[in-house]
């Protein structure tokens, strides 16, 4: 079974730093996508950054582009986004996803099947 645990949200003024850390059970990062994913209340759930094995680009959304980094470490089998430079609008809850098949398009949702439980980022001004 496929667990996911996500940890590292608070709440940090603008200009501020945070890591977030997701921890997989169940699932390696040997074949298949790995992404954060953010939705703001009254938004659709948006990618922000991902890795895919296999590739040493990671993917990003314009909107992070620059501020935030995604890494991986195989001994721990755990997920990190170290955001930096946070901004009021990058307030949303946070989702760790792994994909189980084939991603076309790794910043889409649509494609990632296991889900943790989400962790909340708050940027004040």
């Known amino acids: 079974q496929v667990q996911l645990v996500e940890s590292g949200g608070g709440s940090v003024q603008a200009g501020g730093s945070l890591k977030l850390a997701c921890v997989a059970s169940g699932y390696e990062y040997s074949t298949w996508c790995m992404g954060w994913f953010r939705q703001a209340p009254g938004k659709e759930r948006e990618g922000a950054a991902a890795?895919?094995?296999?590739?040493?680009?990671?993917y990003y959304d314009d909107s992070v582009k620059g501020r935030f980094t995604i890494s991986h470490d195989n001994t721990k089998n755990t997920l990190y986004l170290q955001m930096n430079s946070l901004d009021p609008e990058d307030t949303a809850m946070y989702y760790c996803?792994?994909?189980?098949?084939?991603?076309?398009?790794?910043?889409?949702?649509?494609?990632?099947?296991?889900w943790g439980q989400g962790t909340q980022v708050t940027v004040s001004s």
């Open positions: 996803a792994a994909a189980g098949g084939s991603v076309l398009s790794p910043l889409a949702p649509k494609y990632y099947i296991y």
């Open positions: 890795l895919c094995p296999g590739n040493n680009s990671p």
